[in-house]
């Protein structure tokens, strides 16, 4: 019983972790949010302590790739690498409003 209340709590860690990571970088994308949040509702009940471990592996494996495409985006952003200077500095602007919960004037950030 302890066992199962230790997997149930990384599982609802790592779709936290996740649900962080779309809202972070993707938060305009609610229908991939929706599906993940039905996914783990559906496999709430799911008894096999394997396949458990195995979705928890999943998520954490897909947070991390979410994360790390990001930053590497970031990255190729401040070294100036395939794109120009005025799309780089609205994403940035866009950013740190996004981050304290502004939206810019921007055509694209207008919703």
């Not at 394997?50 to 928890?56: N, T």
């Not at 991390?64 to 940035?92: G, K, M, P, Y």
Request: net charge positive; charged share 35%; hydrophobic share 35%.
């Amino acid at each position: 019983r302890g066992e199962r209340a230790a997997t149930m709590a990384q599982a609802r860690g790592a779709l936290r972790e996740l649900l962080r990571a779309l809202s972070r970088y993707s938060p305009d994308n609610q229908d991939f949010k929706k599906h993940v949040l039905s996914e783990f509702r559906r496999n709430a009940a799911m008894k096999d302590e394997r396949e458990v471990a195995r979705l928890v592996a999943l998520t954490k494996d897909y947070t991390f790739l979410v994360t790390s495409v990001n930053s590497h985006l970031d990255l190729l952003l401040d070294c100036n690498i395939s794109t120009d200077r005025a799309s780089r500095q609205r994403e940035t602007v866009k950013k740190i409003a996004r981050r304290v919960g502004l939206k810019t004037s921007y055509e694209d950030d207008l919703d």
